[in-house]
């Protein structure tokens, strides 16, 4: 970059920086009020006049001009662009309508079978971390002011200030790229402010560890004292590798005694996909010891207390009991999640010498090559092809 070119550039990041100078009262020959304010078309600072020669006599243009002033100084404080309200009203809306917008557009979305409720609880509670942000130190007013810039720090303080990690941030990315989207379409941005700003792809493997048998038989023993309800939520996550958030939306109506088979709703699965899985025996058994048959067929199988009932339970749940009653109380390892009983029953399926195929049809896996990651170094055999094979060598 030649020493002119970095000059300009540097003189326009300082512009863009200073945003707006403040306001001044003239009554020279001409009576007007005059300010720069940056303009991110021409990428600098651009005048603007507010002509005052309507206004009769020096002494009510000065009154009208310093009144003036107070109000313009105020409202570009509060982010207010002449020339981005000039160039597009949309860029110009206020950031809190269009956030109203947005959770309309979510809820309309769900309604029609365009997104999953649990998308939207997840999106929801992104979007109001982000509201409850920018009430603080970084308020802004209006949508043209949410920018990379702005992104970028609010990501710093989900990744820092918050002492998460990067897979959060990842997360938060792809909601914020979504939401950019949405803003794009509906011309409230000229460009996605995500643009740029990408997801980090080496993560550190999840900080969830395979159960060891003696602690599902450890497990397993409690919970049949304790609370035979949540055992059962425990063996459709370990045995049908149904995800917690997919329990939730479980209607008795769903399981055929006769096929022994759960069937799942591409509205609620994760890949938006319509699956049957197949139910163990000894999971059938304790499903009618528990009664579940008994209950009105439209009943969700895990309710309040994870019993059936008319309201279906929050996915959170579940891993709320677990850690603090199950974990608790059998004091296990903090690497032992709820979710690790998915994990551990995939890899003890195929210890049990079970196919690779019904295994990924059971934990409706895209290919076997995902399966095949849960395969322990130790059940991984040899290529029989290979084994008698020697060359010249």
């Not at 550039?9 to 200073?18: M, P």
């Not at 020669?53 to 207010?80: C, D, F, P, S």
């Not at 008795?252 to 996909?273: M, Y």
């Amino acid at each position: 970059m030649t020493k002119k070119n970095y000059v300009c550039k540097n003189k326009e990041n300082i512009q863009k920086i200073i945003g707006w100078t403040t306001p001044k009262l003239h009554q020279a020959s001409e009576c007007y009020v005059s300010f720069k304010v940056f303009d991110p078309c021409y990428g600098k600072l651009r005048l603007k006049k507010i002509m005052l020669g309507h206004i009769k006599g020096k002494r009510n243009q000065r009154v009208y001009g310093e009144a003036l002033i107070k109000r313009i100084t105020q409202k570009l404080l509060e982010g207010w662009n002449p020339w981005i309200e000039e160039s597009n009203q949309e860029e110009y809306a206020l950031f809190a309508d269009v956030c109203s917008k947005y959770r309309v557009y979510l809820a309309k979305m769900v309604k029609e079978g365009g997104l999953k409720p649990g998308t939207l609880r997840n999106y929801e509670g992104k979007l109001d971390f982000l509201q409850k942000w920018l009430n603080g130190d970084e308020h802004i007013t209006y949508i043209y002011q949410f920018n990379k810039t702005l992104i970028s720090k609010f990501l710093d303080y989900v990744l820092v200030g918050r002492n998460n990690g990067i897979r959060t941030r990842n997360n938060y990315i792809g909601w914020l790229k979504s939401f950019s989207s949405y803003l794009v379409e509906r011309g409230y941005v000229q460009k996605n402010p995500t643009d740029g700003i990408n997801a980090t792809t080496k993560l550190k493997h999840k900080n969830r560890d395979v159960i060891p048998n003696d602690v599902l038989r450890q497990l397993k023993s409690y919970l049949e004292k304790e609370n035979k309800h949540f055992l059962l939520a425990c063996y459709f996550l370990h045995y049908l590798f149904v995800r917690p958030g997919e329990m939730c939306s479980l209607r008795i109506r769903d399981v055929s005694v006769k096929n022994k088979t759960l069937s799942l709703s591409g509205a609620n699965t994760k890949n938006g996909r319509d699956a049957v899985v197949t139910i163990p025996n000894h999971v059938i058994e304790l499903m009618k010891e528990l009664g579940i048959f008994s209950r009105p067929q439209n009943y969700y199988i895990f309710g309040n207390n994870f019993r059936p009932g008319l309201e279906a339970l929050k996915a959170r749940t579940f891993s709320l009991y677990w850690d603090k009653n199950v974990r608790k109380a059998l004091n296990l390892n903090a690497s032992y999640k709820f979710y690790s009983l998915k994990d551990t029953g995939i890899t003890n399926m195929i210890k049990s010498k079970t196919d690779l195929l019904s295994v990924r049809d059971q934990a409706r896996h895209s290919s076997v090559d995902i399966t095949n990651i849960y395969t322990p170094q130790e059940c991984k055999e040899a290529n029989s092809a290979l084994i008698d094979y020697e060359g010249v060598f």
